[in-house]
């Protein structure tokens, strides 16, 4: 009960009337305290579970419409347990990809606190404005892609935002850029499940969720966690893909497994879902991330991935977003 209701009642001097409202918004205070008390303490599980069940719910009254003049046929966001297990590289490779069978690509970089996918492009353009909305950068190949580096004045500047401020900033990147004839928009999430990767859920219409693991991390468990949110918010899982499968020795050729037998096949069978590529350790990969030169990898450790993807999608059944 609040002091103020406890001190006005106390009080005396009050009308008859009021005091019987007053002891009236007392019993409903304590009923509801009572309420609040009956509900069991939820688990970190269940409590994403019914996170990921409003999401669904919100995804049905979706009114966040993307900008009038933007064209977008299928969204698919790449997502992982933890950080650093290679999100951006596959977000960025997967694009690379598709551009190269000759779709239209953009990328929304989600991460706002370790934003990456800019520099992996050799990207520095700013965002502008114009009379139509925010025009995207574009990286050689002609990748769109929009990233929080973009709107600061220093890209090493910190965001030190608030959860509700890169929310609308996210929402921003959806109402307000320019997506251009886009077949494949990447969104690059930021790890873990706060605030910004469930707005990304809820904003977007994404169509499907790639997972990337890393062998030394549990697998099963991040993979089971990824399709339980998945299947609760009716979204697809297309498949998993792992990064730092093994490393190539540069003398003898001979592939070492630095983390250990991947389990990434028999995970991805008992959930039924296909495992969409290995990426080795790879320096070549790293020092291109770094020059801002992905466009230019050579592996086909992901081609399976692109062609699932581009088959998955029959443009001619699904008419484009945004329309
Ligand atoms: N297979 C690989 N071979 C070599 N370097 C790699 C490989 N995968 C990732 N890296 C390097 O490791 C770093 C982390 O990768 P990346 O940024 O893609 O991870 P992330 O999951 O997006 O991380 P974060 O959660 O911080 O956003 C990068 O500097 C990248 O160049
Ligand atoms: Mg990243």
């Keep these: 009960m609040s002091e103020d209701l406890k001190n006005g009642l106390a009080g005396g001097g009050l009308e008859q009337e009021q005091a019987a409202e007053l002891e009236q918004a007392v019993e409903q205070e304590q009923t509801e305290d009572q309420e609040q008390a009956a509900e069991p303490e939820l688990t970190e599980e269940e409590k994403e579970a019914k996170r990921a069940e409003e999401i669904k719910q919100l995804r049905k009254l979706r009114i966040d419409n993307p900008n009038h003049f933007s064209f977008v046929k299928s969204v698919i966001a ?98 307000e850029v320019v997506w251009r004839d886009v077949d494949f928009m990447f969104v690059d999430m930021p790890p873990g499940t706060g605030d910004v990767p469930l707005t990304v859920f809820q904003v977007l219409p994404i169509a499907g969720i790639i997972v990337v693991a890393s062998p030394q991390e549990l697998v099963s468990m991040v993979v089971s966690k990824a399709v339980k949110m998945a299947e609760i918010m009716d979204i697809p899982v297309i498949g998993i893909v792992e990064n730092m499968s093994y490393l190539d020795c540069p003398d003898c050729g001979k592939q070492i497994k630095l983390f250990g037998e991947s389990h990434i096949d028999e995970i991805s069978s008992q959930y039924q879902l296909s495992t969409l590529g290995k990426i080795p350790i790879d320096t070549k990969l790293a020092a291109l991330c770094d020059s801002g030169e992905i466009e230019k990898f050579e592996g086909n450790w992901l081609d399976k991935a692109a062609e699932v993807i581009s088959k998955v999608w029959d443009f001619e059944k699904s008419p484009p977003l945004g329309q």
Excluded: C, H
């Design 78 to 175: 790449v997502v992982s347990g933890k950080g650093g297990v290679g999100k951006s590289l596959v977000t960025a490779m997967m694009s690379v990809l598709m551009k190269r069978k000759g779709y239209q690509v953009s990328i929304i970089d989600a991460d706002f606190t370790g934003p990456s996918i800019p520099r992996m492009f050799g990207v520095k353009d700013k965002a502008i404005y114009n009379q139509f909305g925010i025009v995207p950068g574009k990286s050689e190949s002609g990748i769109q892609m929009m990233s929080v580096n973009m709107i600061l004045d220093n890209e090493t500047d910190p965001v030190l935002w608030r959860g509700s401020v890169m929310n609308s900033a996210l929402k921003q990147f959806w109402t």
